[in-house]
Nanobody, 123 residues
């Protein structure tokens, strides 16, 4: 499975971006999916996740109410809509496919990883 994340870029504080993560090589419609981010000098951590059917989602506290994760299994794609962006959201964002149908909170719960897309929020 190859995961390709896209949609990152430079945006002013308060702006929006929509990240996409498209899987190829094999469908991930039966896998939970997650979005992680890693800021310079910090560990990679989970910010949003979704189960294979989309009926269960997770958001870390800092993005609740601002970010929305969704998926379109017919397109083998997962999205992260990011609104009201803040400078502290600046990071490299990674998508990942979980080892199970549900989502996992730790990196070891994910089997496949995308290459990352840079999000930079200016103040």
């Amino acid at each position: 499975v190859q995961l390709q994340a896209s949609g990152g870029g430079l945006v002013q504080a308060g702006g929006s971006l929509r990240l996409s993560c498209r899987a190829s090589g094999r469908a991930v419609s039966n896998n939970g999916m997650g979005w992680f981010r890693q800021a310079p000098g910090k560990e990679r951590h989970l910010i949003a996740a979704i189960s294979w059917r989309g009926d269960s989602t997770y958001y870390t506290d800092s993005v609740k109410g601002r970010f929305t994760i969704s998926r379109d299994n017919s397109k083998n794609t997962v999205y992260l809509q990011m609104n009201s962006l803040r400078p502290e959201d600046t990071a490299v964002y990674y998508c990942a496919a979980a080892r199970t149908a549900g989502w996992a909170s730790e990196t070891y719960g994910y089997r496949y990883w995308g290459s990352g897309t840079q999000v930079t929020v200016s103040s």
